[in-house]
């Protein structure tokens, strides 16, 4: 047998070889010191310290939020000692506060965010603390009331982030569920005596606007009450609220007799016919149905009532009609583009006519639902002489083929009744 290694033998050694040399390797870099400019735990958590050691869940959740990166620590709001994961040193000293109680929480956050200084690299307001204490929520607050809202119930206590971050508490799509947290609470509500209004605004037309629809200007809370300062309109300042979106209602309801009656019996405009939380679509069946809610069902309020909803669907029924006409026309064919624009402008004078209905005036509504009825009866009237020109046209075309038919039968015949060979 030869002396030289077998294939087995060699492979072994290989293996062997490279097995030596990753257990050398591994043991070199347990040894080694850390590069000195390695980030070590102190700089990955520098905003939280060693408070994380023992509240991970709140360091994992402050960490994400736009404070930690701007130069806040945990001791920025809670005092104490962050250099230390032992809890009797951490929580000691003059600057500790631990967990702060309701009452401190909204002077705490204002004593940055009423700032000037603070604030101003940011172009944040500095009012939002003087508001707050303005608002339903301060004023309980400041009454002993600590069931209410303060800054860390709306934008979290550790994970605070931007209004335009999506996963923001204040973002515009979870303003009604932030606000709904308290205000759907069926035990608070019945304890603090107020109504569940976070389920009402579920079910109206701007809730259906902002989440089905995804139109992110829909109303929320925020927009009728206000931010930091929220307070319920008064009576007298409905009209002004609905109307910084529905500026053409009110300017046709500043207009009409209701303006000055609601306003003389403290009424709140808007709300009255609309409701506040679960405003639903425009009916048109309510132009009479409302009227009957203040007034007698016999009364002359009742009849004009009547009389603005026989109007609307009058203009209503002559748009219809012009609309199938031009369809009929389509099936000819006839060119209809023009009666099609036609009809859509009808359209847009009866949505017209529709918000004048909020100046209580037959003379203002009418004077767009008669344009629309106009312009419909006009699309129609044109439809029809069409459709008769076209019927005329071909009765005289048939009668014209009938006389030719006529003619050439008369000729064959008078033809072959010549002689032959003449």
């Not at 009255?272 to 405003?279: K, M, N, R, T």
């Not at 149905?289 to 016999?298: G, I, L, P």
């Not at 859509?344 to 017209?352: K, N």
Request: with cysteine.
């Amino acid at each position: 047998m030869s002396g030289r290694p077998t294939p087995f033998a060699r492979r072994a050694a290989v293996l062997g070889a490279l097995a030596l040399g990753l257990a050398l390797a591994a043991a070199a870099v347990r040894s080694a010191p850390a590069p000195a400019d390695a980030p070590g735990e102190e700089m990955l958590t520098a905003a939280s310290g060693r408070c994380g050691v023992c509240h991970p869940r709140d360091r994992v959740a402050f960490e994400k939020s736009p404070h930690a990166t701007e130069g806040l620590h945990c001791t920025s709001c809670h005092g104490g000692n962050d250099q230390t994961d032992k809890a009797s040193t951490a929580h000691s000293g003059a600057s500790w506060r631990g967990r702060l109680t309701k009452p401190e929480i909204p002077k705490l956050c204002g004593s940055c965010h009423s700032n000037p200084k603070l604030m101003q690299p940011y172009d944040l307001p500095v009012d939002q603390y003087a508001l707050y204490q303005t608002s339903v929520h301060g004023q309980r607050l400041a009454k002993g009331d600590t069931r209410v809202a303060v800054c860390s119930d709306c934008h979290g206590p550790h994970e605070i982030l931007a209004p335009n971050d999506p996963a923001s508490s204040v973002y515009v799509t979870n303003i009604p569920r932030t606000c709904g947290r308290c205000h759907g609470d069926s035990a608070l509500v019945k304890a603090e005596g107020i109504r569940d209004t976070y389920h009402a605004y579920l079910t109206s037309v701007h809730a259906k606007q902002l989440f089905d629809a995804g139109n992110l200007s829909a109303p929320t809370c925020v927009s009728c009450h206000g931010v930091h300062g929220a307070t319920p309109p008064e009576g007298g300042d409905v009209n002004k609220v609905c109307g910084r979106c529905h500026t053409a209602e009110r300017r046709y309801f500043l207009a009409g007799p209701h303006a000055s009656g609601m306003s003389r019996g403290g009424l709140a405009e808007c709300s009255s016919c609309h409701g506040d939380h679960a405003i639903q679509a425009s009916v048109t069946g309510n132009l009479a149905a409302d009227c009957v809610e203040c007034h007698d069902k016999n009364s002359a309020e009742a009849k004009l009532g009547d009389r603005l909803l026989a109007d609307y669907r009058g203009a209503s029924e002559e748009i219809e009609q012009a609309s199938k006409w031009v369809d009929r026309a389509d099936a000819v064919p006839i060119e209809t583009d023009d009666f099609r624009a036609r009809v859509q402008e009808a359209r847009t004078y009866l949505r017209e006519a529709m918000t004048a209905a909020h100046s209580v005036r037959p003379d203002i509504m009418g004077s767009f639902t008669v344009r629309a009825r106009s312009t419909g009866a006009e699309v129609t009237e044109e439809i029809q002489k069409e459709l008769g020109n076209i019927r005329t046209n071909k009765l005289a075309l048939i009668v014209f083929w009938f006389y030719v038919l006529v003619t050439v039968g008369i000729l064959r015949r008078f033809r072959n009744a010549r002689p032959q060979g003449r």
